[in-house]
Structures are given as structure tokens and as C-alpha cells.
Nanobody, 120 residues
């Protein structure tokens, strides 16, 4: 079993920045592909970004490319999402996920989410 706990969400004005963290425990972190997903009010959960176990492979949804950066610290068992130039449409609950690369179907673990609200 793997436990994932997100933090770092909050209220920010458009154009601002936030950094989300996801602390993992229960299994060797570096063996897991990790990712961020989000769910806006009234919408389905969508993929945001993913990163391979070693950190060399990353992939982003088009809407966040150039603004968001996913990274990981395998020594601290922690995943990050640096979010810059935030827009109101980025408002959502952000979830951390863990599984097998490329993390499109084989997602084994989810965190409970952290709320990001971007005001205009």
C-alpha cells in the first residue's frame, strides 16, 4: 500500500503562483510513476502532468505547458507541482496519483486532494 498526502493548495489571484506537494509513504517511491490530476466543479477529473520514477520523463496537458512544472525528490519521497501564471480556469481540486508509467491507465493509488482556487 502507498499513502499519498497532498498539500499546498489555497486561494491565489490570477497570475500568481502556488507549489503543490505530495508526500508518499509505504513503498519505494522511486519505483512509481507519479502524476497530478485535477477536477473542477461540475467537471470530470482530468490529467495535468506526469513524471517517471527517475524523473527524466515528464508530460503535460497542453493547457498547462509552459506554466506548470512537475518534479520529484526521491530522497524525500515527495512529488511537486510548481504552478505559475495561474488562471481562474485552473481552479480545481488537485490530486496526486501513483502507478506504472506512462500513468494513463495503471493508476494504483490516489491522494485525497488539495483545493486550488484562482480568483480573477
Amino acid at each position: 500500500q502507498v499513502q499519498l498526502v497532498e498539500s499546498g493548495g489555497g486561494l491565489v489571484q490570477a497570475g500568481g503562483s502556488l507549489r503543490l506537494s505530495c508526500a508518499a509513504s509505504g513503498r519505494t517511491f522511486s519505483t512509481l510513476a507519479m502524476g497530478w490530476f485535477r477536477q473542477a466543479p461540475g467537471k470530470e477529473r482530468e490529467f495535468v502532468a506526469r513524471i517517471s520514477g527517475g524523473g527524466s520523463g515528464t508530460y503535460y496537458v497542453d493547457s498547462v505547458k509552459g506554466r506548470f512544472t512537475i518534479s520529484r525528490d526521491n530522497g524525500k519521497d515527495t512529488l511537486y507541482l510548481q504552478m505559475n501564471s495561474l488562471k481562474p480556469e485552473d481552479t480545481a481540486v488537485y490530486y496526486c496519483a501513483a502507478g506504472s508509467w506512462p500513468l494513463d491507465r495503471n493508476i494504483y493509488y490516489w491522494g485525497k486532494g488539495t483545493l486550488v482556487t484562482v480568483s480573477s
